[in-house]
């Protein structure tokens, strides 16, 4: 059974830091990109940060160099370290995947989400 699982949303004050894990498991992949996303209540999904197959990286407008992605391969887990948090930034953190699996078939999969709460 293919999973997306997240963790390491929380409370956290303005300036403090959180550090974001997705690992993608259950079969055997070819990861195309894999990465996060976040939607503030009342707001549209927008792209926090990614990293593509060739080893691009993409970050929205709004990381300003605050946010980190990175990814270990072997473990087919990326990670997303945030600092300098902003009230703004509280939002539901989603992982999101798009790979090939070992039956040749394209997925693109969202994990459940985690709740990140920074206060001011």
């Known amino acids: 059974q293919v999973q997306l699982v997240e963790s390491g949303g929380g409370l956290v004050q303005a300036g403090g830091s959180l550090n974001l894990s997705c690992a993608l498991s259950?079969?055997?992949?070819?990861?195309?990109?894999i990465g996060w996303y976040r939607q503030a209540p009342g707001k549209e999904r927008e792209l926090v940060a990614i990293?593509?197959?060739?080893?691009?990286?993409n970050y929205g407008d709004f990381v300003k160099g605050r946010f980190t992605i990175s990814r270990d391969n072997a473990k087919n887990t990326v990670y997303l370290q945030m600092n300098s948090l902003k009230p703004e930034d509280t939002a539901i953190y989603y992982c999101n995947a798009d790979f090939t699996d070992w039956t040749r078939l394209r997925r693109d999969y969202w994990g459940q989400g985690t709740q990140v709460t920074v206060s001011s």
């Open positions: 259950g079969g055997t992949f070819s990861i195309h990109a």
């Open positions: 990293i593509l197959s060739g080893g691009s990286l």
